[in-house]
């Protein structure tokens, strides 16, 4: 089984920045992604930013020129730097990671509250 675990997050003003990270401990084949999904109130989980294991990315539209995924794979783990963030980025954040086994996991998810 594979346990991830989140950090980082918090209650931010608009325009502020937060980081989080996500570290995978336990039985962990080759990873093949991980990324950040959210989930605000009433809304449907969504993915905001992925990282594959040669490096590419993908983000969602909402989040581009903002937030930044990294990985430092060896450590299973990745960070997500979010800059100028906005009421809108109100959400659970949660950290998921794609196996190259098939293994599809989530962590419990990290509260980000960006409010005045």
């Known amino acids: 089984q594979v346990q991830l675990v989140e950090s980082g997050g918090g209650l931010v003003q608009p325009g502020g920045s937060l980081r989080l990270s996500c570290a995978a401990s336990?039985?962990?084949?080759?990873?093949?992604?991980m990324g950040w999904y959210r989930q605000a109130p009433g809304k449907q989980r969504e993915l905001v930013a992925r990282?594959?294991?040669?490096?590419?990315?993908n983000y969602a539209d909402s989040v581009k020129g903002r937030f930044t995924i990294s990985k430092d794979f060896a450590k299973n783990t990745i960070y997500l730097q979010m800059d100028s963030l906005k009421p809108e980025d109100t959400a659970v954040y949660y950290c998921?990671?794609?196996?190259?086994?098939?293994?599809?996991?989530w962590g419990q998810g990290i509260q980000v509250t960006v409010s005045s």
């Open positions: 990282v594959l294991r040669g490096g590419s990315t």
């Open positions: 998921n990671q794609n196996g190259l086994d098939g293994g599809d996991y």
């Open positions: 336990g039985s962990i084949s080759s990873i093949y992604a």
